[in-house]
Protein backbone atom coordinates (compact mmCIF):
# COMPACT_ATOMS: atom_id res chain seq x y z
CA UNK A 1 0.00 0.00 0.00
CA UNK A 2 1.14 3.47 -0.35
CA UNK A 3 3.51 4.55 2.48
CA UNK A 4 6.05 7.22 3.06
CA UNK A 5 9.07 5.80 5.58
CA UNK A 6 10.66 8.74 7.20
CA UNK A 7 14.20 9.14 9.02
CA UNK A 8 15.57 9.96 11.46
CA UNK A 9 12.79 10.30 14.25
CA UNK A 10 14.27 12.77 16.40
CA UNK A 11 17.93 15.11 15.14
CA UNK A 12 19.70 17.08 17.32
CA UNK A 13 21.82 19.68 15.73
CA UNK A 14 24.22 22.70 17.24
CA UNK A 15 22.35 26.13 16.58
CA UNK A 16 23.72 27.55 12.97
CA UNK A 17 24.54 23.88 11.82
CA UNK A 18 22.62 22.09 8.84
CA UNK A 19 19.70 19.41 9.03
CA UNK A 20 19.01 16.77 7.08
CA UNK A 21 15.53 14.89 7.28
CA UNK A 22 15.10 11.88 4.46
CA UNK A 23 11.95 10.40 3.30
CA UNK A 24 11.34 7.43 1.17
CA UNK A 25 7.85 6.60 -0.65
CA UNK A 26 6.50 3.61 -1.92
CA UNK A 27 4.10 4.69 -4.68
CA UNK A 28 5.19 5.59 -8.12
CA UNK A 29 2.40 7.36 -9.46
CA UNK A 30 2.80 9.79 -6.25
CA UNK A 31 3.87 13.36 -8.09
CA UNK A 32 3.42 16.07 -5.33
CA UNK A 33 5.80 16.29 -2.01
CA UNK A 34 5.07 18.04 0.52
CA UNK A 35 6.53 19.53 4.16
CA UNK A 36 5.32 20.63 6.84
CA UNK A 37 6.25 22.03 9.99
CA UNK A 38 3.78 21.38 13.22
CA UNK A 39 4.53 23.46 16.67
CA UNK A 40 3.25 22.29 19.72
CA UNK A 41 -0.34 22.36 19.92
CA UNK A 42 -0.77 23.67 16.01
CA UNK A 43 -1.69 22.07 12.93
CA UNK A 44 0.70 21.24 10.14
CA UNK A 45 2.50 24.48 8.38
CA UNK A 46 3.44 23.70 4.85
CA UNK A 47 6.83 24.92 4.27
CA UNK A 48 7.99 23.74 0.88
CA UNK A 49 7.04 21.68 -1.85
CA UNK A 50 8.18 20.00 -5.05
CA UNK A 51 6.78 18.63 -7.77
CA UNK A 52 7.97 15.28 -9.50
CA UNK A 53 9.20 17.25 -12.66
CA UNK A 54 11.69 19.55 -10.71
CA UNK A 55 14.68 17.61 -8.70
CA UNK A 56 15.60 20.32 -6.02
CA UNK A 57 13.98 23.53 -4.96
CA UNK A 58 15.24 26.34 -2.66
CA UNK A 59 13.44 28.80 -0.42
CA UNK A 60 16.21 30.89 1.79
CA UNK A 61 18.02 28.53 3.86
CA UNK A 62 15.31 25.56 3.58
CA UNK A 63 15.75 23.03 0.58
CA UNK A 64 14.60 20.01 -0.92
CA UNK A 65 16.09 17.52 -3.29
CA UNK A 66 13.96 15.22 -5.04
CA UNK A 67 14.98 11.58 -6.89
CA UNK A 68 12.04 9.84 -8.29
CA UNK A 69 14.19 6.98 -9.49
CA UNK A 70 14.63 5.99 -6.12
CA UNK A 71 11.53 7.05 -5.04
CA UNK A 72 13.74 9.56 -2.10
CA UNK A 73 13.88 12.98 -0.82
CA UNK A 74 14.65 15.23 1.04
CA UNK A 75 15.12 18.22 3.41
CA UNK A 76 17.64 20.02 4.38
CA UNK A 77 17.89 23.34 6.41
CA UNK A 78 20.86 25.37 6.33
CA UNK A 79 22.03 27.52 9.59
CA UNK A 80 19.55 26.12 12.02
CA UNK A 81 17.76 29.07 14.16
CA UNK A 82 16.40 27.84 17.67
CA UNK A 83 13.02 28.82 16.24
CA UNK A 84 13.59 25.80 13.81
CA UNK A 85 12.69 23.51 16.62
CA UNK A 86 9.74 21.57 15.82
CA UNK A 87 8.19 18.47 14.36
CA UNK A 88 8.71 18.09 10.79
CA UNK A 89 6.76 15.59 8.34
CA UNK A 90 7.31 14.50 4.47
CA UNK A 91 4.57 13.86 2.70
CA UNK A 92 3.78 12.40 -0.78
CA UNK A 93 0.49 12.68 -2.53
CA UNK A 94 -0.77 12.34 -6.28
CA UNK A 95 -1.93 16.21 -7.81
CA UNK A 96 -5.20 15.43 -8.96
CA UNK A 97 -8.58 16.54 -7.40
CA UNK A 98 -9.19 12.87 -5.50
CA UNK A 99 -6.02 13.07 -3.75
CA UNK A 100 -4.78 12.21 -0.43
CA UNK A 101 -1.58 13.11 1.56
CA UNK A 102 0.17 10.80 2.79
CA UNK A 103 2.38 11.41 6.13
CA UNK A 104 5.78 10.15 7.17
CA UNK A 105 5.84 9.47 11.11
CA UNK A 106 7.83 12.97 11.66
CA UNK A 107 10.91 14.13 12.81
CA UNK A 108 11.32 15.64 16.09
CA UNK A 109 14.50 18.39 15.54
CA UNK A 110 15.63 20.10 18.69
CA UNK A 111 18.37 23.20 18.15
CA UNK A 112 20.30 22.97 20.43
CA UNK A 113 22.38 26.55 21.94
CA UNK B 1 -7.51 36.76 5.97
CA UNK B 2 -9.09 34.01 8.12
CA UNK B 3 -7.42 30.66 8.12
CA UNK B 4 -8.84 27.47 8.32
CA UNK B 5 -11.17 27.21 11.55
CA UNK B 6 -12.37 24.38 13.75
CA UNK B 7 -14.49 24.09 16.53
CA UNK B 8 -14.38 23.37 19.18
CA UNK B 9 -10.13 23.22 20.32
CA UNK B 10 -11.23 20.43 23.01
CA UNK B 11 -13.38 17.55 24.06
CA UNK B 12 -14.04 15.06 26.36
CA UNK B 13 -16.23 12.80 25.96
CA UNK B 14 -17.20 8.79 27.09
CA UNK B 15 -16.88 5.49 25.47
CA UNK B 16 -20.08 4.84 23.30
CA UNK B 17 -21.11 8.70 22.89
CA UNK B 18 -21.11 10.19 19.47
CA UNK B 19 -19.23 13.79 18.56
CA UNK B 20 -19.16 15.77 16.03
CA UNK B 21 -16.53 18.35 14.50
CA UNK B 22 -16.34 21.42 12.60
CA UNK B 23 -14.44 22.93 9.84
CA UNK B 24 -14.93 26.32 8.12
CA UNK B 25 -12.30 26.35 5.03
CA UNK B 26 -10.62 29.31 3.75
CA UNK B 27 -12.68 31.40 1.79
CA UNK B 28 -13.01 30.38 -2.14
CA UNK B 29 -11.37 26.85 -1.07
CA UNK B 30 -13.91 24.15 -1.69
CA UNK B 31 -11.98 21.13 -1.03
CA UNK B 32 -11.83 19.90 2.96
CA UNK B 33 -10.20 16.55 3.63
CA UNK B 34 -10.41 15.23 7.44
CA UNK B 35 -7.28 13.60 9.46
CA UNK B 36 -6.58 11.70 12.61
CA UNK B 37 -3.14 12.55 14.45
CA UNK B 38 -2.58 10.29 17.70
CA UNK B 39 0.38 11.19 19.67
CA UNK B 40 3.39 11.01 18.16
CA UNK B 41 2.48 9.97 14.67
CA UNK B 42 1.69 11.42 11.51
CA UNK B 43 -1.69 12.65 10.13
CA UNK B 44 -3.65 9.95 8.73
CA UNK B 45 -6.40 10.45 6.21
CA UNK B 46 -9.90 10.34 6.65
CA UNK B 47 -12.02 11.66 4.14
CA UNK B 48 -11.98 14.44 1.17
CA UNK B 49 -15.12 16.30 0.32
CA UNK B 50 -14.93 18.34 -3.03
CA UNK B 51 -17.59 20.44 -3.73
CA UNK B 52 -20.22 18.68 -1.63
CA UNK B 53 -19.60 14.92 -2.82
CA UNK B 54 -17.10 12.61 -1.06
CA UNK B 55 -14.05 12.57 -2.96
CA UNK B 56 -11.60 9.58 -1.51
CA UNK B 57 -12.22 7.82 1.93
CA UNK B 58 -9.32 6.52 3.74
CA UNK B 59 -8.92 3.15 5.59
CA UNK B 60 -11.18 4.32 8.58
CA UNK B 61 -14.63 2.13 10.19
CA UNK B 62 -18.37 3.58 9.20
CA UNK B 63 -18.61 5.16 12.54
CA UNK B 64 -16.50 7.58 10.81
CA UNK B 65 -18.83 10.05 8.67
CA UNK B 66 -18.54 13.35 7.08
CA UNK B 67 -19.98 15.78 5.23
CA UNK B 68 -19.82 19.10 3.10
CA UNK B 69 -22.13 22.12 3.41
CA UNK B 70 -23.17 24.45 0.90
CA UNK B 71 -20.65 27.48 2.26
CA UNK B 72 -18.16 24.52 1.83
CA UNK B 73 -17.71 24.31 5.63
CA UNK B 74 -17.08 20.59 6.43
CA UNK B 75 -18.34 18.30 9.91
CA UNK B 76 -16.89 15.27 10.98
CA UNK B 77 -18.58 12.79 13.01
CA UNK B 78 -17.45 9.91 15.20
CA UNK B 79 -20.19 6.94 16.66
CA UNK B 80 -19.66 4.91 18.91
CA UNK B 81 -16.53 6.39 20.14
CA UNK B 82 -13.80 4.05 21.43
CA UNK B 83 -10.57 4.82 23.44
CA UNK B 84 -8.55 4.62 20.59
CA UNK B 85 -10.34 7.49 18.66
CA UNK B 86 -8.75 9.92 21.08
CA UNK B 87 -6.29 11.82 18.63
CA UNK B 88 -5.80 15.30 17.34
CA UNK B 89 -8.47 15.59 14.32
CA UNK B 90 -7.61 17.96 11.76
CA UNK B 91 -9.12 19.83 8.92
CA UNK B 92 -7.26 20.63 5.83
CA UNK B 93 -8.63 23.23 2.83
CA UNK B 94 -7.36 23.13 -0.72
CA UNK B 95 -8.46 25.37 -3.62
CA UNK B 96 -8.32 22.26 -6.27
CA UNK B 97 -7.53 24.27 -9.00
CA UNK B 98 -5.19 23.87 -12.14
CA UNK B 99 -3.43 20.91 -10.33
CA UNK B 100 -2.90 23.04 -7.27
CA UNK B 101 -2.81 20.62 -3.95
CA UNK B 102 -1.42 22.55 -1.26
CA UNK B 103 -3.59 22.00 1.81
CA UNK B 104 -3.81 24.67 4.59
CA UNK B 105 -4.85 22.67 7.99
CA UNK B 106 -6.57 24.30 11.08
CA UNK B 107 -5.35 24.40 14.65
CA UNK B 108 -7.41 20.79 15.27
CA UNK B 109 -9.49 19.22 17.54
CA UNK B 110 -7.95 17.92 20.45
CA UNK B 111 -10.21 14.78 21.41
CA UNK B 112 -10.09 12.88 24.69
CA UNK B 113 -12.21 10.22 25.16
CA UNK B 114 -12.56 8.38 28.69
Known amino acids: GENVEQHPSTLSVQEGDSAVIKCTYS??????FPWYKQELGKGPQLIIDIRSNVGEKKDQRIAVTLNKTAKHFSLHITETQPEDSAVYFC????????????FGKGTRLHILP | DAGVTQSPTHLIKTRGQQVTLRCSPI?????VSWYQQVLGQGPQFIFQYYEKEERGRGNFPDRFSARQFPNYSSELNVNALLLGDSALYLC?????????????FGQGTRLTVV
Open chain 1, 91 to 102: AASRMNRDDKII
Open chain 1, 27 to 32: DSASNY
Open chain 2, 92 to 104: ASSLVDRGTTEAF
Open chain 2, 27 to 31: SGHKS
